[in-house]
Protein backbone atom coordinates (compact mmCIF):
# COMPACT_ATOMS: atom_id res chain seq x y z
CA UNK A 1 0.00 0.00 0.00
CA UNK A 2 1.11 3.68 -1.44
CA UNK A 3 1.82 5.42 2.62
CA UNK A 4 -0.37 8.81 1.97
CA UNK A 5 0.93 11.92 4.02
CA UNK A 6 -0.65 15.33 4.50
CA UNK A 7 1.60 18.14 5.80
CA UNK A 8 -1.20 20.32 7.47
CA UNK A 9 -1.20 23.65 8.22
CA UNK A 10 1.60 24.28 6.99
CA UNK A 11 3.29 28.23 5.50
CA UNK A 12 4.46 26.95 1.61
CA UNK A 13 7.57 28.82 0.41
CA UNK A 14 6.83 27.83 -3.14
CA UNK A 15 10.39 29.01 -4.71
CA UNK A 16 7.67 29.52 -7.52
CA UNK A 17 5.41 32.64 -6.50
CA UNK A 18 8.09 34.72 -5.11
CA UNK A 19 9.11 36.08 -1.55
CA UNK A 20 5.74 34.92 -0.41
CA UNK A 21 4.60 31.76 1.69
CA UNK A 22 0.69 30.32 0.86
CA UNK A 23 -0.93 28.73 3.83
CA UNK A 24 -2.68 25.28 3.67
CA UNK A 25 -2.19 21.74 3.62
CA UNK A 26 0.97 19.44 1.35
CA UNK A 27 -0.32 16.05 0.19
CA UNK A 28 2.02 13.78 -0.87
CA UNK A 29 2.29 10.70 -1.93
CA UNK A 30 4.79 7.97 -3.80
CA UNK A 31 7.56 10.06 -3.91
CA UNK A 32 5.45 13.32 -5.48
CA UNK A 33 3.31 16.50 -4.64
CA UNK A 34 -0.02 14.62 -5.34
CA UNK A 35 -2.20 17.74 -3.85
CA UNK A 36 -1.80 21.32 -2.15
CA UNK A 37 -5.07 22.69 -0.58
CA UNK A 38 -4.70 26.41 0.38
CA UNK A 39 -6.86 27.93 3.08
CA UNK A 40 -9.08 30.61 2.72
CA UNK A 41 -10.42 32.60 5.63
CA UNK A 42 -8.61 29.83 7.58
CA UNK A 43 -10.50 26.68 5.77
CA UNK A 44 -8.70 24.60 3.70
CA UNK A 45 -10.13 23.99 0.44
CA UNK A 46 -9.05 25.79 -3.08
CA UNK A 47 -5.51 24.73 -4.82
CA UNK A 48 -3.85 22.41 -7.20
CA UNK A 49 -4.17 18.24 -7.65
CA UNK A 50 -7.11 15.94 -8.04
CA UNK A 51 -5.65 13.83 -5.69
CA UNK A 52 -8.37 11.26 -4.19
CA UNK A 53 -6.19 8.69 -1.34
CA UNK A 54 -7.93 5.30 -0.89
CA UNK A 55 -6.34 5.53 2.25
CA UNK A 56 -6.36 7.34 5.61
CA UNK A 57 -3.23 9.62 5.65
CA UNK A 58 -0.94 10.24 7.85
CA UNK A 59 -1.25 13.66 9.29
CA UNK A 60 1.97 15.79 9.92
CA UNK A 61 0.74 18.77 12.29
CA UNK A 62 3.23 21.65 10.68
CA UNK A 63 1.52 24.70 12.77
CA UNK A 64 4.08 27.69 12.74
CA UNK A 65 6.11 26.20 10.36
CA UNK A 66 7.30 26.72 7.10
CA UNK A 67 8.08 23.77 4.47
CA UNK A 68 10.82 24.89 1.55
CA UNK A 69 12.16 22.67 -1.39
CA UNK A 70 14.97 20.25 -0.43
CA UNK A 71 18.54 22.27 -0.66
CA UNK A 72 21.04 21.76 -3.03
CA UNK A 73 24.65 22.13 -2.32
CA UNK A 74 25.46 22.82 -5.50
CA UNK A 75 29.69 22.43 -4.73
CA UNK A 76 30.42 19.11 -2.91
CA UNK A 77 33.04 16.29 -2.92
CA UNK A 78 30.69 13.50 -1.99
CA UNK A 79 33.63 11.18 -1.20
CA UNK A 80 33.04 9.04 2.73
CA UNK A 81 30.06 7.60 3.35
CA UNK A 82 29.57 9.27 6.32
CA UNK A 83 28.78 12.92 4.50
CA UNK A 84 25.06 10.98 3.77
CA UNK A 85 23.48 11.52 6.81
CA UNK A 86 24.79 14.80 8.00
CA UNK A 87 23.42 16.43 4.37
CA UNK A 88 19.91 14.95 5.12
CA UNK A 89 20.45 16.42 8.90
CA UNK A 90 20.80 19.93 6.85
CA UNK A 91 18.16 19.92 4.98
CA UNK A 92 20.58 19.23 1.63
CA UNK A 93 18.28 16.50 -0.43
CA UNK A 94 20.60 16.73 -3.90
CA UNK A 95 23.91 17.58 -4.44
CA UNK A 96 25.98 18.58 -7.54
CA UNK A 97 29.37 16.59 -6.65
CA UNK A 98 32.26 17.84 -7.94
CA UNK A 99 34.69 14.94 -8.88
CA UNK A 100 32.97 11.77 -10.03
CA UNK A 101 34.48 8.14 -10.35
CA UNK A 102 32.80 4.40 -10.92
CA UNK A 103 32.04 4.67 -7.21
CA UNK A 104 29.92 7.62 -7.26
CA UNK A 105 28.09 6.45 -10.21
CA UNK A 106 27.48 3.54 -8.12
CA UNK A 107 26.08 5.67 -5.15
CA UNK A 108 24.25 7.78 -7.10
CA UNK A 109 22.05 4.70 -8.35
CA UNK A 110 22.13 2.83 -4.74
CA UNK A 111 20.27 6.35 -3.25
CA UNK A 112 17.68 6.61 -6.08
CA UNK A 113 16.88 2.83 -5.82
CA UNK A 114 16.10 3.42 -1.90
CA UNK A 115 19.28 1.22 -0.99
CA UNK A 116 22.03 3.66 0.31
CA UNK A 117 20.83 6.74 2.80
CA UNK A 118 21.84 10.13 1.29
CA UNK A 119 21.48 13.19 -1.32
CA UNK A 120 20.43 12.41 -4.63
CA UNK A 121 23.85 12.81 -6.47
CA UNK A 122 24.30 14.54 -9.67
CA UNK A 123 27.92 14.52 -10.90
CA UNK A 124 30.51 15.72 -13.14
CA UNK A 125 33.82 13.09 -14.36
CA UNK A 126 36.64 13.54 -12.80
CA UNK A 127 39.06 16.42 -12.60
CA UNK A 128 41.13 17.04 -16.01
CA UNK A 129 44.03 19.72 -15.93
CA UNK A 130 47.27 20.05 -17.62
CA UNK A 131 50.60 20.03 -15.53
CA UNK A 132 50.32 22.25 -12.70
CA UNK A 133 53.48 21.85 -10.32
CA UNK A 134 51.74 24.12 -8.03
CA UNK A 135 49.62 21.55 -6.54
CA UNK A 136 51.37 19.11 -4.34
CA UNK A 137 50.50 15.38 -4.31
CA UNK A 138 48.10 16.17 -7.68
CA UNK A 139 45.72 13.45 -7.80
CA UNK A 140 43.61 14.98 -10.90
CA UNK A 141 43.65 13.42 -14.16
CA UNK A 142 45.98 15.00 -16.57
CA UNK A 143 45.35 15.34 -20.26
CA UNK A 144 48.47 16.24 -22.72
CA UNK A 145 46.84 15.08 -26.36
CA UNK A 146 43.55 14.82 -28.16
CA UNK A 147 43.27 11.57 -27.49
CA UNK A 148 43.17 11.67 -23.36
CA UNK A 149 40.45 14.22 -24.10
CA UNK A 150 38.24 11.63 -26.07
CA UNK A 151 38.78 9.31 -23.01
CA UNK A 152 37.96 11.88 -20.44
CA UNK A 153 35.02 12.03 -22.73
CA UNK A 154 34.78 8.60 -22.72
CA UNK A 155 34.46 7.99 -19.13
CA UNK A 156 32.57 10.48 -18.23
CA UNK A 157 29.47 9.78 -20.37
CA UNK A 158 30.00 6.06 -19.91
CA UNK A 159 29.62 6.52 -16.04
CA UNK A 160 26.17 9.00 -16.62
CA UNK A 161 28.33 11.74 -15.29
CA UNK A 162 26.65 14.98 -16.38
CA UNK A 163 29.00 17.68 -16.80
CA UNK A 164 33.35 18.00 -17.74
CA UNK A 165 35.47 18.98 -15.13
CA UNK A 166 38.06 21.09 -15.48
CA UNK A 167 41.20 22.66 -13.61
CA UNK A 168 43.05 25.83 -15.14
CA UNK A 169 46.45 24.64 -16.32
CA UNK A 170 45.26 23.16 -19.76
CA UNK A 171 46.97 23.97 -22.82
CA UNK A 172 45.00 26.54 -24.70
CA UNK A 173 45.28 25.09 -28.28
CA UNK A 174 44.02 21.75 -26.05
CA UNK A 175 41.45 23.19 -24.11
CA UNK A 176 39.72 24.70 -26.94
CA UNK A 177 39.69 20.99 -28.72
CA UNK A 178 38.24 20.17 -25.46
CA UNK A 179 35.60 22.60 -25.42
CA UNK A 180 34.41 21.93 -28.77
CA UNK A 181 34.05 18.23 -29.01
CA UNK A 182 32.37 18.82 -25.25
CA UNK A 183 29.92 20.83 -27.36
CA UNK A 184 29.63 18.11 -29.93
CA UNK A 185 29.02 15.83 -27.41
CA UNK A 186 26.25 17.76 -25.27
CA UNK A 187 28.53 17.57 -22.50
CA UNK A 188 28.48 21.03 -20.67
CA UNK A 189 32.20 21.84 -19.21
CA UNK A 190 32.67 23.70 -15.36
CA UNK A 191 35.25 24.43 -12.94
CA UNK A 192 37.96 26.50 -12.60
CA UNK A 193 38.74 28.74 -15.81
CA UNK A 194 41.90 29.20 -17.24
CA UNK A 195 45.24 30.35 -16.22
CA UNK A 196 46.61 30.06 -19.73
CA UNK A 197 44.42 32.06 -22.32
CA UNK A 198 41.55 35.15 -22.09
CA UNK A 199 38.42 33.59 -19.91
CA UNK A 200 36.29 35.34 -22.33
CA UNK A 201 37.46 32.99 -25.11
CA UNK A 202 36.00 30.21 -22.76
CA UNK A 203 32.72 32.00 -22.46
CA UNK A 204 32.62 31.85 -26.38
CA UNK A 205 33.39 28.74 -26.35
CA UNK A 206 30.11 27.95 -24.00
CA UNK A 207 32.22 27.29 -20.58
CA UNK A 208 29.08 26.10 -18.56
CA UNK A 209 29.93 27.38 -14.58
CA UNK A 210 32.59 28.56 -12.96
CA UNK A 211 33.16 27.02 -9.63
CA UNK A 212 34.52 29.73 -6.74
CA UNK A 213 34.90 33.42 -6.62
CA UNK A 214 39.02 33.07 -6.59
CA UNK A 215 38.60 31.19 -10.03
CA UNK A 216 36.73 34.58 -11.99
CA UNK A 217 39.38 37.01 -13.38
CA UNK A 218 40.33 39.83 -11.94
CA UNK A 219 38.69 42.49 -14.85
CA UNK A 220 35.35 43.47 -14.03
CA UNK A 221 34.68 44.24 -17.63
CA UNK A 222 35.80 40.31 -18.11
CA UNK A 223 33.23 38.98 -15.57
CA UNK A 224 30.79 41.11 -16.65
CA UNK A 225 31.14 39.28 -20.08
CA UNK A 226 31.01 36.25 -18.87
CA UNK A 227 28.22 36.84 -16.76
CA UNK A 228 26.16 38.13 -19.68
CA UNK A 229 27.24 35.02 -21.34
CA UNK A 230 24.83 33.11 -20.10
CA UNK A 231 27.82 31.52 -17.53
CA UNK A 232 26.50 29.93 -14.48
CA UNK A 233 28.78 31.21 -10.76
CA UNK A 234 28.70 29.22 -7.88
CA UNK A 235 30.83 31.89 -5.42
CA UNK A 236 31.85 28.66 -2.44
CA UNK A 237 32.73 31.39 -0.31
CA UNK A 238 32.62 30.18 2.86
CA UNK A 239 35.64 27.85 2.10
CA UNK A 240 37.32 30.54 0.58
CA UNK A 241 37.35 32.30 3.76
CA UNK A 242 38.80 29.33 5.68
CA UNK A 243 42.34 30.95 3.96
CA UNK A 244 42.50 34.19 5.62
CA UNK A 245 40.20 32.16 8.68
CA UNK A 246 42.70 29.79 9.67
CA UNK A 247 45.92 30.43 7.70
CA UNK A 248 47.00 34.09 9.22
CA UNK A 249 43.62 34.98 11.86
CA UNK A 250 43.77 31.50 14.08
CA UNK A 251 40.36 30.49 13.67
CA UNK A 252 40.53 27.06 15.14
CA UNK A 253 38.78 23.56 13.51
CA UNK A 254 37.37 22.71 17.29
CA UNK A 255 36.05 25.88 17.47
CA UNK A 256 33.44 25.10 14.71
CA UNK A 257 29.57 24.25 14.99
CA UNK A 258 28.84 20.27 14.70
CA UNK A 259 32.51 19.40 14.52
CA UNK A 260 32.43 17.04 17.15
CA UNK A 261 29.77 15.06 15.75
CA UNK A 262 32.49 14.17 12.75
CA UNK A 263 33.66 10.73 13.49
CA UNK A 264 36.99 11.46 15.55
CA UNK A 265 39.35 9.87 12.62
CA UNK A 266 37.51 12.54 10.18
CA UNK A 267 38.55 15.12 13.15
CA UNK A 268 42.31 14.15 13.11
CA UNK A 269 42.82 14.21 9.51
CA UNK A 270 41.00 17.62 8.83
CA UNK A 271 43.51 18.84 11.71
CA UNK A 272 46.43 17.38 9.95
CA UNK A 273 45.47 18.49 6.63
CA UNK A 274 44.84 21.74 8.39
CA UNK A 275 48.24 21.90 9.56
CA UNK A 276 49.94 21.71 5.93
CA UNK A 277 47.44 23.63 3.92
CA UNK A 278 49.00 26.63 6.42
CA UNK A 279 52.11 25.44 6.16
CA UNK A 280 51.81 25.91 2.65
CA UNK A 281 50.27 29.41 2.34
CA UNK A 282 52.60 30.69 5.15
CA UNK A 283 55.93 29.57 3.29
CA UNK A 284 54.19 30.95 -0.14
CA UNK A 285 52.93 34.07 2.16
CA UNK A 286 49.70 33.78 -0.33
CA UNK A 287 47.96 37.07 1.60
CA UNK A 288 45.54 37.93 -0.93
CA UNK A 289 43.18 40.78 -0.21
CA UNK A 290 39.84 39.15 0.27
CA UNK A 291 37.91 42.37 -0.32
CA UNK A 292 38.77 42.42 -3.91
CA UNK A 293 38.09 38.65 -4.64
CA UNK A 294 34.60 39.32 -2.77
CA UNK A 295 33.96 42.32 -5.47
CA UNK A 296 34.67 39.68 -8.16
CA UNK A 297 31.66 37.95 -7.15
CA UNK A 298 29.83 40.92 -6.40
CA UNK A 299 30.07 41.72 -10.10
CA UNK A 300 29.21 38.83 -11.28
CA UNK A 301 25.65 38.96 -9.53
CA UNK A 302 25.03 42.82 -10.67
CA UNK A 303 24.82 41.20 -13.91
CA UNK A 304 23.34 38.01 -13.74
CA UNK A 305 21.10 35.66 -11.33
CA UNK A 306 23.33 32.53 -12.81
CA UNK A 307 24.40 31.73 -9.03
CA UNK A 308 24.53 28.27 -7.48
CA UNK A 309 25.46 27.93 -3.53
CA UNK A 310 27.35 25.58 -3.21
CA UNK A 311 29.74 24.83 0.09
CA UNK A 312 33.05 22.62 -1.12
CA UNK A 313 32.75 20.40 1.61
CA UNK A 314 34.43 18.44 3.19
CA UNK A 315 37.03 20.74 2.93
CA UNK A 316 38.91 20.95 6.09
CA UNK A 317 36.47 23.87 8.12
CA UNK A 318 33.72 22.94 5.86
CA UNK A 319 31.29 20.54 8.36
CA UNK A 320 29.00 18.61 5.32
CA UNK A 321 25.60 19.75 5.22
CA UNK A 322 26.01 22.44 8.23
CA UNK A 323 27.95 24.65 5.93
CA UNK A 324 24.84 25.40 3.60
CA UNK A 325 23.32 27.70 6.31
CA UNK A 326 26.90 29.54 6.95
CA UNK A 327 27.05 30.14 2.93
CA UNK A 328 23.88 31.46 2.81
CA UNK A 329 24.11 33.63 5.29
CA UNK A 330 27.02 35.03 3.75
CA UNK A 331 25.26 35.32 0.41
CA UNK A 332 22.65 37.76 1.96
CA UNK A 333 25.35 39.58 4.66
CA UNK A 334 28.62 39.80 2.24
CA UNK A 335 27.52 39.86 -1.49
CA UNK A 336 24.05 41.58 -0.64
CA UNK A 337 21.25 39.32 -1.77
CA UNK A 338 18.12 39.00 -0.18
CA UNK A 339 16.70 35.73 1.70
CA UNK A 340 14.78 34.73 -1.03
CA UNK A 341 17.34 34.87 -3.81
CA UNK A 342 19.88 33.29 -1.57
CA UNK A 343 17.19 30.38 -0.73
CA UNK A 344 16.73 30.60 -5.18
CA UNK A 345 20.33 29.69 -5.27
CA UNK A 346 19.82 26.55 -2.76
CA UNK A 347 16.27 25.47 -4.73
CA UNK A 348 15.00 26.21 -7.85
CA UNK A 349 18.21 27.79 -9.65
CA UNK A 350 20.80 24.73 -9.06
CA UNK A 351 17.34 22.41 -10.11
CA UNK A 352 17.56 24.64 -13.40
CA UNK A 353 21.30 24.80 -13.98
CA UNK A 354 21.13 20.98 -13.45
CA UNK A 355 18.45 20.08 -16.24
CA UNK A 356 15.82 18.75 -13.13
CA UNK A 357 13.68 21.87 -12.81
CA UNK A 358 10.48 20.18 -13.64
CA UNK A 359 11.22 17.58 -11.28
CA UNK A 360 13.08 19.49 -7.75
CA UNK A 361 13.63 22.66 -6.41
CA UNK A 362 10.15 24.07 -6.49
CA UNK A 363 6.77 23.21 -4.28
CA UNK A 364 4.19 22.17 -7.42
CA UNK A 365 1.65 19.15 -7.74
CA UNK A 366 3.74 16.47 -9.75
CA UNK A 367 6.99 18.10 -8.67
CA UNK A 368 9.22 15.58 -6.64
CA UNK A 369 8.33 15.76 -2.79
CA UNK A 370 11.88 16.41 -1.38
CA UNK A 371 10.83 18.90 1.27
CA UNK A 372 12.09 20.32 4.41
CA UNK A 373 9.46 21.45 7.21
CA UNK A 374 11.61 24.38 9.06
CA UNK A 375 10.99 25.89 12.45
CA UNK A 376 11.28 29.44 11.57
CA UNK A 377 10.67 31.93 8.35
CA UNK A 378 14.16 31.91 6.20
CA UNK A 379 12.38 34.99 4.32
CA UNK A 380 13.08 36.55 7.86
CA UNK A 381 16.37 35.48 8.45
CA UNK A 382 17.56 33.04 6.17
CA UNK A 383 19.69 31.20 8.98
CA UNK A 384 16.60 29.48 10.08
CA UNK A 385 17.41 26.46 7.55
CA UNK A 386 19.06 25.38 10.28
CA UNK A 387 15.42 24.80 12.37
CA UNK A 388 14.83 21.90 10.97
CA UNK A 389 11.44 19.68 11.91
CA UNK A 390 11.38 17.52 8.88
CA UNK A 391 12.85 16.55 6.13
CA UNK A 392 11.34 14.48 3.07
CA UNK A 393 13.37 12.87 0.21
CA UNK A 394 11.06 11.41 -2.20
CA UNK A 395 9.28 8.35 -0.54
CA UNK A 396 11.62 8.48 2.56
CA UNK A 397 11.48 10.84 5.77
CA UNK A 398 12.77 11.56 8.77
CA UNK A 399 12.15 13.67 12.02
CA UNK A 400 14.63 16.00 13.61
CA UNK A 401 15.04 13.92 15.90
CA UNK A 402 15.47 10.67 14.26
CA UNK A 403 18.41 12.29 12.42
CA UNK A 404 19.68 13.21 15.30
CA UNK A 405 19.98 9.72 16.19
CA UNK A 406 21.70 9.02 13.38
CA UNK A 407 24.12 11.53 13.38
CA UNK A 408 25.40 10.64 17.12
CA UNK A 409 25.93 7.35 15.35
CA UNK A 410 27.89 8.70 12.74
CA UNK A 411 30.22 10.01 15.55
CA UNK A 412 31.15 6.95 16.59
CA UNK A 413 32.14 5.19 13.90
CA UNK A 414 35.73 4.05 13.41
CA UNK A 415 37.58 4.54 9.90
CA UNK A 416 37.37 0.98 9.00
CA UNK A 417 33.36 1.59 8.89
CA UNK A 418 33.47 4.12 6.43
CA UNK A 419 33.03 3.63 2.59
CA UNK A 420 35.36 5.97 1.19
CA UNK A 421 35.29 6.45 -3.03
CA UNK A 422 38.96 5.57 -4.77
CA UNK A 423 40.34 7.52 -7.16
CA UNK A 424 41.98 7.22 -10.81
CA UNK A 425 44.95 5.65 -8.64
CA UNK A 426 43.27 3.27 -6.84
CA UNK A 427 43.40 5.29 -3.04
CA UNK A 428 41.08 7.08 -1.28
CA UNK A 429 39.65 10.05 -1.86
CA UNK A 430 38.90 12.91 1.15
Given at each position: M?????????????????P?????D??IS??????????E???????????????????????????????????V???Q??????F???????????R????????????L????R???????????????P?I??N?????H??E???????Y?K????LW???YP???P?????L????????????G??????D??I????GY??????S??????????YL???G???????V??E??????WN??????LP???D?P?????H?????Q??I???R??N?H???Q?I??R?K??????N?????????????V???AM??????L??????T??????????S?A?H????EQ????M?G????L?????N?????G????????F????????????QL??????????????????????LG
Amino acid sequence: MVRVTVLKNADLLTMNDGPVTKHGDLWISDGRIQKIDLYENGVAGSGAGEFQPDETPEIIDCTGCVIVPGLIDSHVHYDQSYMGDFFLASGITSVRSMRGFEGHARWRDEILAGKRRGPYIYSTGPVYDGDDPTIPDNDNVIIHTEEDVEEAIRYTKSHGFLWMKTYPSIEPELYLYLMRRCRQEGLPVCGHMTKKMDDRILADEGYFCCEHTSSLPSDPETIRYLAESGMWFCPTHVVCETLPDYVWNGKQLKDLPHYMDLPECVRTHWEESNQVIIANYRELNVHPDFQTIIDRGKTFLKYSNNVMAGTDCPYPGIVPGFAMADELEKLVDVYGMTPYDALCAATCSPARHMGIGEQKGRIMVGMDSDLVVLGGNPLENVGNVRRIKWVFQGTRFWSDEALQQLLAADGEIKKEEIEYILGADGRPLG
